[in-house]
């Protein structure tokens, strides 16, 4: 009897890990983001993500994402999994977190997970795309400000000029969903003594 009990649930642990087809759960969503703000060097611009910043228009020294395709891509792409933001993937994990605080202002980045630390304040929960696909963060938007190189760096909104940056620009964050998504690796500040 006992014997029967061991093998039945051999053969229940057996079962339940066979392969149906694909046994993974429903795959996420994959998506790039677009920003909307007419009339603006930023209109329809697709987010790209390089040294743990993401932002528009980098220039073409900073598009550096090592993808599973070998090609190199302008557009980051991002999954959200439980309000969680993350960059797709393959062995990294590299994860969006934002600072409200007052150091913060609304910074906005990410950080290779189990390697490097969020800032102290960083928090990762709150991302929801909306019955219109736009993006936000605990239900406020994103703003860009300029940087160097024409280079435009992706803020949360609330900071007329985060960190003294001027003439920064909100914008509708739209998900565009990715069917051609491939998995890469972006390259974080400190990346750069990598081989
Ligand atoms: C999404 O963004 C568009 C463009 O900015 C805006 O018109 C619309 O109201 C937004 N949708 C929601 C649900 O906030």
Request: include cysteine; aromatic fraction near 10%; charged fraction near 15%.
């Amino acid at each position: 009897m006992q014997l029967n009990a061991i093998l039945l649930s051999l053969f229940a642990a057996a079962a339940s890990a066979a392969p149906t087809g694909s046994s993974c759960p429903a795959p996420e969503r994959k998506f790039g983001i677009m920003a909307l703000r007419s009339a603006s060097p930023i209109h329809f611009a697709p987010a790209s993500a390089s040294q743990g910043k993401l932002g528009f228009n980098f220039p073409a020294s900073k598009i550096d994402a090592q993808c599973t395709d070998g090609k190199t891509r302008t557009d980051a792409i991002f999954t959200i999994k439980d309000g969680e933001l993350y960059l797709y993937g393959k062995d990294q994990v590299q994860q969006i977190y934002v600072d409200r605080s007052g150091m913060g202002q609304g910074v906005l980045g990410y950080f290779n997970k189990g390697v490097e630390n969020p800032p102290r304040n960083g928090e990762l929960k709150g991302w929801a795309v909306d019955s219109e696909d736009n993006l936000t963060f605990s239900g406020t938007t994103l703003q860009a400000c300029p940087g160097a190189d024409n280079a435009w760096h992706i803020w949360l909104s609330g900071v007329s000029k985060p960190a003294g940056a001027e003439g920064c620009l909100g914008f509708t964050a739209r998900v565009v969903t990715k069917s051609d998504a491939v998995q890469c690796t972006y390259s974080t500040f400190n990346a750069g003594t990598a081989a």
